[in-house]
C-alpha cells in the first residue's frame, strides 16, 4: 500500500516536472515579461511595458499610458 502511495506521488511528481519544463521550453521569457508589466495610469489594465507611453510629471510621478487611452483622448480632442 505504502508503495503505491509513493509510486503515484512520483508519477505525479514527474507529471508536474515534465509540465513545468514544457511551459518554460515554450515561453522562456515568460517570466522576464512579467517584470517589465506596468499598468496604465488611466485605465489600470496591464500592459508590457513596450507598449505603453511613459511620461513624467513633476520631479518624480510617473504615468503610463496604453494604445487604447491615447486613441480614446485623441478621439475626445476631436469633438
Ligand atoms: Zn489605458
Do not use: W
Request: hydrophobic share 45%; net charge positive.
Amino acid at each position: 500500500m505504502t508503495i503505491t502511495i509513493l509510486t503515484i506521488t512520483l508519477i505525479l511528481f514527474f507529471i508536474a516536472i515534465i509540465f513545468y519544463g514544457y511551459s518554460f521550453m515554450v515561453n522562456p521569457q515568460k517570466n522576464e515579461h512579467n517584470l517589465e508589466m506596468e499598468k496604465c495610469s488611466l485605465c489600470k489594465v496591464r500592459f508590457i511595458k513596450d507598449e505603453l507611453i511613459l511620461r513624467q510629471v513633476g520631479d518624480s510621478k510617473l504615468f503610463y499610458f496604453c494604445r487604447n487611452c491615447i486613441k480614446s483622448l485623441a478621439d475626445e480632442l476631436k469633438i
